[in-house]
């Protein structure tokens, strides 16, 4: 036998095979879910003593779930309605069918007697407690783990126990609600400091709605990716960084790693940021699926929840009000007793006036409701038409901004902005738009007083590409300018030419939400005071026209042309188009060259 290798006996204990199963009383464990599921009362005098993670297997945990939440409700508890819960989240598998509730509820005992076996469950499961924490010890000390780090694990450890007589054994955890004044009225709740971008605060529960195709999604990955890597967004200051768990079951992973890529992100600096995709929790409805949401915020530490989208994640009607009370009472009470803020995406119902899809029910135990509306090139609204505590602005204006790289959306290239005069401004730079046409024409020196026929056949000779009421309607915006002038200039803005008049991104199917990708192009946006013509410029690089006297508005510093009204009322002292630095300044088509 010496060509068969020895394992040694510390390698063999590893691998779990040599010990005995965990501490556990089958028999107390089945005469306590027996009791419970026919008394309220046996329930509640247990639930002082035990939890569901006191019991050892996992049908059992099921059941005391299954009761906890009827008697949440005031429901007596009955075999027959467990079975029927259930049953309702597709879980009869794995309580034998059915059968071992058939089987525990037969064999039952007085209700006060429960409590006694209660007590004993919950010393079978401090001997486990105790037995996996040897044994991660164990673990440790074989891997050769220093001092502090043995420490550490026996802190963690005591501070758990320490933690778990004070809340889950007698009245403590009840009376522990109670407010202490002193205290309450010390505290400045007045002083809160709003999340990045300002669309909540810590601890408060939201609800984004929005039509399918207005990218709400795409927004929201940008908003908790920046938030979880200590970024600022939509013009707010960086803040530190949240920890966050994203729970979706909306959007494919090759979708989101594009997304999450063109936002700039990477393996490498997804901050405090946790994605779960598709996770496979019970209905968020239920007492199952609460109870596997707190979790997984546990093991993640999470400050911050987002559900994407909500109607993915329970198991009752839209429209029945129960199933909205079931999940506030089964997820999102917990989360806001443990000052965890959620965000939960939404659609919009049939009719758009009355907000998102269901009952109206599921918006009465958030603090805001926030509208995302697409109006088309990128620029987007948010409004919030629901606020229990009205901190915060009310509206926003935005533009989704993105770049493309050949098929693919560009590194870094995504993002939503404030909309400002600048980036509103900056429609100029969209193809299709009819300011983008204005521009061109301006640019290619064609006469204001132009009329259609004329103007579609110079943009077919200049090659602008655009649909023929856009065509028209850039012709209106020219003629209405007196005296016939140029705008003033406008910045560029990094918006992707994706609008339905030009096709959109290549490999797209119709309506598919994208990075930058939206329907629809903006309302025309009304053009700028005119700008008078420009002044001779004494020593040279400008145009031998003679100065309008009869103009008092504020000139520019580098052009000397008259500034907008509107742009010298910011403070500005100069045109985008002029550069202080160097004196130069963009030609109108009548200057001389």
Known sequence: MDNVRHIPHQTADDDGLNRTAPSHDAEAEALVIGAVMHSAQAYNECALLIGRDDFYRPAHQLIWDTVAGLVATNTPPHPVLIRGEIEKQGQLHRVDGGNLIIRLGADTLPGPMAAHFAEKIAETARQRRYDA????????????ADGDELASLVAEFQQGEQLRENTGRGPAHLVASLLNWDQFFTTDFGAIQLLPGKLMGPGQQITLVGDGKAGKSLFTQEWMWRMATGQGFLGDAPQAPVRILYLDAENGQEQVQERFLSFGAGPRNMGELKYASFPPIRPLDTPGGGADLMALVKATQAELVVIDTVSRFISGPENDADTWLGLYRHTLLPLKRDRIASVR?????????????GSSAKTQDVDHVWELAAQGGGALTLKRTHTRTGIGPDSFSLLRQARRDGDNWALGGTRHVLMTYETESGMAAIPGTAEHIVAQLDKAGVPTDWGSPRVIKKCAELGIKAAKSKIEEAVRIRKNRTPPDLPPHLP???????????????????GQTSPGEVQGTLPPVPAAPPSPRPPSIEG??????????????????????????????????????????????PTAPNDAA
């Open 345 to 357: 995406l939404d659609h919009f119902g049939k009719d758009k006036d009355r907000g998102g899809r």
């Open 133 to 144: 924490h040897s044994n991660a010890l164990k673990a440790a000390i074989t891997r050769k």
């Open 540 to 585: 040279g690089g400008g145009a031998d026209i003679p100065r309008d006297t009869r103009d008092q508005r504020a000139a520019c510093d580098v052009c000397q042309r008259p500034l907008n009204q509107d742009w010298a009322n910011r403070g500005y002292t100069t045109h985008l188009g002029c550069d202080p630095a160097t004196g130069s300044y």
């Open 492 to 510: 560029y803005s990094p918006v992707t030419n994706n609008s339905p008049e030009t096709g959109g991104p290549p490999n797209k199917t119709p």
